[in-house]
Nanobody
């Protein structure tokens, strides 16, 4: 059973920084893509950033230049460094991983960590 353990959320003032981390354990397969999504109250869950096992990254336009995603493949851990946080970044942030087993892809989600940006 794959488990994702998230940490690093909290309350921060606008302009501040937070660093999220997510450690995956129990995976019998290779972890392909690791990433972060977020969901604000009353809104859909949307992608924030993703990173492949090879280190290729992609970001939502709203966070480009402010957020940085990275991963430690040896530890099966993904990080999200969030700088210059804005009120609109307030949301529950979810870790997401894709596992590849042959031709099948499996998705797993973390339990979510709250990020609140105050003025």
């Amino acid at each position: 059973q794959v488990q994702l353990m998230e940490s690093g959320g909290g309350l921060v003032q606008a302009g501040g920084s937070l660093n999220l981390s997510c450690a995956a354990s129990g995976s019998p397969f290779s972890i392909s893509v690791m990433g972060w999504y977020r969901q604000a109250p009353g809104k859909q869950r949307t992608p924030v950033a993703g990173i492949t096992v090879g280190g290729n990254t992609n970001y939502a336009d709203l966070v480009k230049g402010r957020f940085t995603i990275s991963r430690d493949n040896a530890k099966n851990t993904v990080y999200l460094q969030m700088n210059s946080l804005e009120l609109e970044d307030t949301a529950v942030y979810y870790c997401h991983v894709e596992l590849v087993a042959g031709t099948e892809v499996f998705d797993y989600w973390g339990q979510g960590t709250q990020v609140t940006v105050s003025s």
